[in-house]
């Protein structure tokens, strides 16, 4: 079983709607957590943490799931400019600072 | 804003070429790391840095190596570039405890 999964997608959404998506965990030990948005050949880059209480950040909503071991991410009222792959990062527990990264969830918003 | 430079965009070399990567963070953060991102397998971890002259093995180091001789710059060498160290490699630093990585713009390397 990989340590971090998410369903690659893509995900189809039309411009306005929501679209929610899901990453699972496999160490219980994890206690950070992040979704990372990364564009086409592009570097990724840190769009939110996720706390334990779930956060909000404009049209994006992460929850964080502990018993279940999942994350999640949810985008209210898609821009065509949310397009792009979504990956969950799940700290390994250790002190070094490493994190396990998702293979990622593809969003396409189309007009 | 933490800025990670990453020496070259695309690199092209030959088969059992050694190929350096540079990077650079300018937040004089603690640890580096350097990975590899391949389509379907996501960020696998070559080999991480948590001070000068440390270093520390990841999930996938055979074939490279690393150098950190100044807390800034980790290096990550091919020792003999094969056809299957094509890809895109991205470095990265953070903070111990930090809140997430930041990442450089990576380098698509190509070996023929």
């Known amino acids: 079983r990989k340590e971090v999964e998410q369903d690659p997608g893509p995900f189809n959404v039309p411009e306005g709607a929501t679209v929610a998506f899901n990453c699972t965990y496999s160490n219980s030990a994890s206690q950070s957590f992040f979704w990372y948005r990364q564009d086409c050949r592009k570097e990724p880059k840190l769009l939110m943490s996720v706390y334990s209480s779930g956060n909000e950040d404009g049209r994006f909503t992460a929850q964080l799931n502990r018993a279940s071991q999942y994350i999640s991410l949810l985008i209210r009222d898609s821009k065509l400019s949310d397009s792009a792959t979504y990956l969950c990062?799940?700290?390994?527990?250790?002190?070094?600072?490493?994190?396990?990264f998702g293979a990622g969830t593809q969003v396409v918003v189309t007009p | 804003d933490v800025k990670v430079t990453q020496s070259s965009r695309y690199l092209v070399k030959r088969t059992g070429e050694k190929v350096f990567l540079e990077c650079v963070q300018d937040?004089?953060?603690?640890?580096m790391f350097w990975y590899r991102q391949d389509p379907g397998l996501g960020l696998r971890l070559i080999y991480f840095?948590?001070?000068?002259?440390?270093?520390e093995k990841g999930d996938i180091p055979e074939g490279y190596s690393v150098s950190r001789e100044k807390k800034e710059r980790f290096s990550l060498i091919l020792e003999s570039a094969s056809t299957n160290q094509t890809s895109m490699y991205l470095c990265?630093?953070?903070?111990?405890?930090?809140?997430?990585?930041?990442f450089g713009s990576g380098t698509r390397l190509t070996v023929v």
């Open positions: 990062v799940v700290n390994k527990g250790d002190s070094w600072g490493k994190f396990q």
């Open positions: 937040m004089d953060h603690e640890n």
């Open positions: 990265a630093s953070t903070r111990p405890g930090g809140d997430g990585y930041t």
């Open positions: 840095s948590y001070d000068v002259k440390m270093k």
